[in-house]
Nanobody
Framework: VQLQASGGGLVQAGGSLRLSCAAS????????MGWFRQRPGHAREVVAQ????????HYADSVKGRFTISRDHARNTVFLQMNSLKPEDTAVYYC???????????WGQGTLVTVSS
């Protein structure tokens, strides 16, 4: 599986961005998709994840109420809508796929989000 992330960029604090992650393959199937980020000087952390079949979501406390993860089965794509962005959201954002419910096996290349104050 190949994952292609896009949608990063430079935005002012309080602004919004929408990230996309498209999975290749006609028969793509997975247990869950997730968005992670790595901020400067920090370890990679999970931001949000979604069950591919049920749509059940989970968010990091730092983004609850501001970020929304969703998926489109027809396009094999997962989205991350980011609103009310803060400078501390500045990071490289990665999407990932967990095919079996046990670990994040497949990773996208990362997309840089920069939030200016």
């Amino acid at each position: 599986v190949q994952l292609q992330a896009s949608g990063g960029g430079l935005v002012q604090a309080g602004g919004s961005l929408r990230l996309s992650c498209a999975a290749s393959g006609r028969t793509f199937s997975t247990y869950a998709m997730g968005w992670f980020r790595q901020r400067p000087g920090h370890a990679r952390e999970v931001v949000a994840q979604i069950s591919w079949l049920s749509g059940l979501t989970h968010y990091a406390d730092s983004v609850k109420g501001r970020f929304t993860i969703s998926r489109d089965h027809a396009r094999n794509t997962v989205f991350l809508q980011m609103n009310s962005l803060k400078p501390e959201d500045t990071a490289v954002y990665y999407c990932a796929s967990d095919p079996s419910g046990t670990r994040w096996d497949d990773w996208g290349q990362g997309t840089l989000v920069t939030v200016s104050s």
